[in-house]
């Protein structure tokens, strides 16, 4: 399948997302993870404020959903429409028929494209790109989607991509399963990308670390000047968790901060109940030497309704229902 690609353009400033944010998508969305599935519709209360309209998350019996990269992922397609049927009807939107989707960060791999392609243009540049995925993602272009769009050239000049590959044979089970339940899914992303549109939504000048968890680790993006910077996963267990977070901020601080140590890093969005709070202000205290503001959700725009909804079900599919509006 063709790599999907937006053309670069001579006004990077507004690239984070733009691309996704021209055709029009629906307010309602899915996020799957390997425990559980939450169905929700979004509502606009202001720029960059929304709130849950509906919503509901619904958890999977153990080993239905395993996210893996080159694996098969369900194990029981027809148990796992059951449950999607389930969550959407708890959620009041049996109805809704356009959806984005979230899919688990583990089905899909992540990063930072850099291409010199000051000498190359059309065809050659294409098959630079591609050359690039196939070492990046471990895989042929041929087995893959990749998504991938332009951000800022780095300090050489070289143009960048923010890329995400999902291999045919694993998304194909998730849109089998969709059109089997007769939905149409125009947009789908894996969760930690679907996540970072929080920070995109802030245009801060400093610098921002979205923290992502699944199953095996976590997946980390760095955000500078409203865009990803730095694309990482981790592959730990719950108990290296900590361990893992403190190597990930000395790694921003040794790359990203300047000859007297001072560090544009300010804050940091936990995505993932194993990120304790507590801890991760404690770590980056110990590890860049000031304690990080940890984000909450109405801190990036999103009201979580009191009650047993929470963020770390909401954040990804809330994320890509965000898209609906310009």
């Not at 690239?15 to 559980?36: C, D, R, V, W």
């Not at 494209?113 to 059309?122: F, H, P």
């Not at 955000?223 to 730095?230: K, M, T």
Request: with cysteine; net charge negative.
């Amino acid at each position: 399948m063709p790599t999907e690609r937006l053309t670069a353009s001579t006004d990077i400033s507004n690239l984070m997302f733009e691309f996704l944010t021209q055709p029009s998508y629906p307010k309602a969305a899915i996020g799957i993870e390997h425990n559980s599935v939450t169905a929700l519709s979004l509502r606009r209360e202001g720029r960059g404020l929304y709130g849950i309209e509906r919503a509901s998350t619904v958890e999977f019996p153990r080993d239905l959903v395993v996210p893996s990269f080159s694996e098969k992922n369900i194990s029981s397609p027809q148990e796992f429409r059951v449950f999607l049927e389930e969550a959407v009807t708890t959620a009041g939107l049996l109805n809704q028929k356009n959806w984005s989707i979230a899919l688990p960060s583990n089905t899909a791999r992540t990063t930072i494209l850099t291409v010199d392609s000051g000498k190359t243009s059309g065809a050659q540049l294409e098959e630079i790109i591609e050359w690039k995925a196939e070492q990046s993602f471990g895989s042929p272009a041929a087995e893959m989607r990749v998504t991938r769009y332009p951000i800022s050239n780095d300090t050489d000049g070289r143009a960048r991509y923010f890329a995400t590959a999902v291999k045919l044979a694993v998304i194909d089970e998730y849109e089998t399963a969709f059109e089997q339940m007769g939905w149409r899914a125009g947009l789908i992303l894996p969760r930690a990308v679907a996540e970072s549109k929080w920070l995109e939504l802030q245009n801060d000048t400093r610098d921002s670390i979205l923290i992502s968890t699944q199953k095996d680790g976590f997946t980390a993006v760095l955000f500078r000047r409203g865009e990803p910077s730095v694309v990482r996963s981790v592959t730990c267990g719950t108990k290296e968790l900590d361990d893992e977070v403190y190597r990930l901020l000395m790694f921003y601080n040794d790359r990203f901060g300047d000859p007297s140590g001072i560090s544009m890093l300010d804050r940091l969005l936990l995505v993932g109940r194993e990120l304790v709070p507590e801890r991760i202000r404690a770590i980056s205290a110990e590890a860049i030497g000031r304690t990080l503001t940890i984000l909450r959700s109405n801190d990036v725009g999103l009201e979580v309704p009191i009650g047993q909804l929470s963020f770390d079900d909401l954040a990804a599919p809330a994320g890509l229902a965000a898209f609906a509006w310009p």
